[in-house]
């Protein structure tokens, strides 16, 4: 039968989605549930003078009003207690840190009830100025221990010197804005005590053991004590990596009122308690002869992180390994603010790097007189420049060439400022996508019934992105069955280990774990049957044995074998199952592994008003292999709209007197929607790579991004001639 891998199968979890049937966290319902709402602090630092909660405990159906007065004490640090983990609120001081910190949380029957009692609760505060702003101050910013698990400053060669001495130089500032990544589904959580020491969380996590390792930590209990379910997530983007304030107060209130308790947020407070990402000023300079060639490449970053914790964004990375240079240096800093502490969002480091290091690249190019692609190809890195190891496979030359093609590239005018229609000008730019390829140790089991059912068991978690859809897929083609006989279960710590979704890495680590153990199951098949005697293929050497379409059959011999089915009837058995573990090689030491893409972006802009739209856009992209084309293309597709709104709309705005989030909303903060996108044409190599997992997939969920937003500025400036260098572009930067 053909392969499955790499077909647009509809999803297999589609219908329940559609019916209602698909069970998120907020849905579930456990016997005496109670609900929960968080208050949360108006001010942005400080401390709580005093608490009124009389009128809130006197609403009926209130079971608790818990604050740091009264709520339960956590046994364990609530602080950074590891590179992961985000600092804790957990109502257990007085002290105030950001707006928006949850103060109190209140308990009732009902939801209704609960929302009136918090609305009752009375906070009087002794307010201190809070620190904004992202400046450059000396003595104010410092070095981050790490970035990405790397370190936070690299240098090589004598990148000064390179600078002063090339002929052609540029330096230049660019900022990006925080966006905060407002999945479909808010962060919800529903705590049940099971027992003194037995805790079970339905969460909206994007890494179950991830957060039941927390949990039970904080809690002083075995890691075998929390079960964590998440069967469905509605998006998480990085915002439901980290374990959040909300989690720890649901368990905390479980326990005080001696029942369930779901805590689901309301959108405003989905802006700062749940992360963001946070603000940049990035300093990109480069160097270069006058025939284009990269003499040096320098990045330097400035980020924002809270005044309690510190988290670091990546954005120096790309310029590390994207382009052939001679020198290169890049350095990360932090500022502390009066801001709830920034987290991990799409691509967190790679979509605001490749923004301020494509751009400059643009610059470059109309400086040198020369097409931006073509400057991009005179340095395109033959081997990753910041390791010296050579790629576990490359595709970027041909994402250009396609790209370029596909767009009509070569018509576009070198001069910016001379197309127009109408009263609107008319622009084109490009931009690099780049993204690392992640894997970690995964298991899974797979179980074939008598029925000649697949049972396929791994604890990881589907974003809404089709893990369920493409593990079917690996899982059929691994024992040669329909995927209409494959089922998969995700999303509960009682299922083996899988890590966290996030870094693009679910498929290559998960979808290698369910390979492995599906393979593993299939040799057992192989093995039973040719040693069992009443078996057509007893005796047959294992190698010329095969699994297809729910036979076992000998290869050599037309119509020798038997189905599995009758396989393991006779040999008495209910099922078969194998266990297996994938985890990386010694593959991820001897190659630079990253997945790339080009991106294309067409934009028109009002000439009276400012306003830009982007009318077309073209992204190739190099992704190893595309387990499932309808999903490959739905993330991609998804990444670049997220490109859209960080270059033009989204910006989450603080007040700078009172340190408050005033777009907290779906009507204030703006997102794009179908009116902001345009004919988005995304396609890829299909090149499998062989080094990197035994599926070949380098990851498409963050690849999208990257780039999207430089190209989209490239196009503006190609139409106006003015150089819009901070996101977004709005219109009033662009009269």
């Known amino acids: 039968m053909p392969d499955v891998v790499g077909t647009p199968l509809e999803r297999v979890d589609g219908q329940a989605k559609v019916t209602g049937a698909a069970t998120y966290t907020a849905d579930h319902r456990l016997p005496h549930l109670a609900h929960a709402v968080l208050v949360?602090?108006?001010?942005?630092?400080?401390?709580?003078?005093?608490?009124?909660?009389?009128?809130?405990?006197?609403?009926?159906?209130?079971?608790?009003?818990?604050?740091?007065?009264?709520a339960p004490r956590a046994r364990g640090r609530l602080g950074r207690d590891a590179e992961d983990n985000h600092?804790?609120?957990?109502?257990?001081?007085?002290?105030?840190?950001?707006?928006?910190?949850?103060?109190a949380v209140v308990v009732a029957e009902t939801l209704e009830q609960a929302r009136e009692a918090a609305r009752r609760v009375v906070l009087m505060y002794k307010e201190t100025a809070p620190q904004l702003g992202l400046d450059p101050v000396r003595g104010r910013s410092f070095r981050p221990r790490h970035v990405a698990y790397e370190k936070p400053d690299t240098?090589?060669?004598?990148?000064?010197?390179?600078?002063?001495?090339?002929?052609?130089?540029?330096?230049?500032?660019?900022?990006?804005?925080?966006?905060?990544q407002n999945p479909m589904?808010?962060?919800?959580?529903?705590?049940?005590?099971?027992?003194?020491?037995?805790?079970?969380?339905?969460?909206?996590?994007?890494?179950?053991?991830?957060?039941?390792?927390?949990v039970a930590k904080i809690f002083g209990l075995r890691p075998g004590d929390v079960r964590v379910v998440s069967p469905y997530l509605g998006g998480g983007f990085g915002s439901k990596g980290p374990v959040w304030s909300h989690v720890i107060i649901a368990v905390l209130a479980a326990k005080h009122v001696g029942r369930p308790v779901k805590l689901a947020l309301e959108r405003p407070q989905m802006f700062g308690?749940?992360?963001?990402?946070?603000?940049?000023?990035?300093?990109?300079?480069?160097?270069?002869?006058?025939?284009?060639?990269?003499?040096?490449?320098?990045?330097?970053?400035?980020?924002?992180?809270?005044?309690?914790?510190?988290?670091?964004?990546?954005?120096?990375?790309?310029?590390?390994?994207?382009?052939?240079?001679?020198?290169?240096?890049?350095?990360?800093?932090?500022?502390?603010?009066?801001?709830?502490?920034?987290s991990y969002a799409r691509a967190p480091g790679w979509a605001t790097g490749t923004f301020a290091l494509e751009c400059a690249m643009d610059e470059l190019a109309w400086a040198l007189g020369m097409d931006p692609v073509e400057l991009r190809l005179r340095n395109h890195a033959d081997e990753d420049p910041a390791s010296g190891r050579p790629w576990s496979s490359k595709h970027l030359r041909e994402c250009y060439r396609i790209g370029a093609a596909?767009?009509?590239?070569?018509?576009?005018?070198?001069?910016?400022?001379v197309w127009r229609e109408g009263g609107r000008r008319i622009g084109w730019g490009m931009a690099t996508s780049v993204y690392p390829t992640h894997r970690s140790e995964a298991s899974a089991l797979a179980r074939l019934h008598d029925d000649g059912t697949l049972l396929v068991e791994t604890g990881s978690q589907d974003l809404g992105t089709g893990t369920y859809t493409i593990l079917t897929q690996i899982a059929a083609d691994a024992l040669g069955t329909s995927p209409g006989r494959v089922s998969v279960r995700l999303g509960d710590t009682r299922l083996p280990e899988s890590p966290l979704s996030g870094g693009s890495q679910t498929a290559a680590s998960a979808g290698s774990a369910v390979h492995e153990a599906v393979c593993a199951l299939r040799a057992q098949l192989v093995r039973l049957a040719v040693g069992d005697a009443a078996s057509p293929l007893h005796g047959a050497p294992a190698d010329a044995v095969c699994v297809e379409d729910g036979r076992i059959f000998d290869s050599r011999v037309f119509g020798k074998g038997e189905s599995l089915e009758s396989l393991l009837v006779r040999q008495g058995r209910a099922h078969v199952e194998t266990r297996a573990t994938a985890a990386p090689g010694p593959e991820a030491k001897r190659y630079a592994m990253y997945a790339f893409g080009a991106q294309f972006a067409e934009v028109r802009v009002d000439h009276e008003l400012g306003i830009v739209r982007v009318s077309r856009m073209v992204g190739v992209f190099d992704v190893?292999?595309?387990?499932?084309?309808?999903?490959?293309?739905?993330?991609?597709?998804?990444?670049m709209v997220w490109g859209i709104g960080m270059a033009l709309i989204e910006d989450t705005v603080i007040d700078g007197r009172l340190g408050r989030v005033v777009t907290a909303n779906l009507a204030d903060y703006h997102v794009p929607v179908d009116a902001d996108v345009p004919d988005l044409d995304v396609s890829w190599i299909g090149a499998p790579d062989?080094?990197?997992?035994?599926?070949?997939?380098?990851?498409?969920?963050?690849l999208g991004i990257t780039g999207t937003a430089a190209a989209i500025a490239n196009a503006v400036f190609h139409a106006t001639g003015r150089r819009v260098r901070d996101l977004p572009i709005t219109l009033d930067k662009v009269l």
């Open 155 to 180: 240098a090589r060669g004598a990148a000064k010197t390179a600078l002063e001495r090339s002929p052609v130089r540029l330096e230049a500032v660019y900022t990006t804005s925080r966006l905060t």
């Open 624 to 639: 190893g292999r595309a387990l499932n084309a309808r999903t490959a293309r739905s993330q991609l597709l998804g990444g």
């Open 87 to 103: 600092a804790i609120q957990a109502l257990q001081d007085a002290e105030i840190r950001y707006a928006g910190q949850p103060v």
């Open 273 to 342: 308690p749940v992360g963001w990402r946070g603000r940049t000023r990035q300093t990109v300079a480069l160097g270069a002869e006058r025939d284009g060639t990269l003499t040096t490449v320098q990045h330097h970053t400035l980020a924002e992180t809270s005044t309690f914790d510190s988290f670091m964004e990546p954005c120096g990375l790309p310029a590390r390994m994207l382009y052939s240079s001679g020198t290169s240096v890049t350095t990360h800093r932090l500022v502390r603010a009066s801001i709830a502490t920034p």
């Open 185 to 214: 589904e808010p962060h919800a959580t529903i705590a049940s005590w099971d027992g003194p020491r037995e805790l079970t969380l339905h969460d909206a996590t994007q890494g179950l053991f991830d957060c039941r390792a927390r």
């Open 40 to 70: 949360t602090s108006a001010i942005a630092q400080g401390r709580i003078e005093s608490i009124d909660a009389v009128a809130a405990a006197s609403v009926p159906g209130v079971l608790a009003v818990l604050t740091h007065e009264n």
């Open 406 to 417: 596909r767009f009509g590239w070569h018509q576009r005018p070198p001069q910016p400022g």
């Open 690 to 702: 062989e080094h990197v997992n035994a599926v070949g997939a380098k990851g498409v969920g963050e």
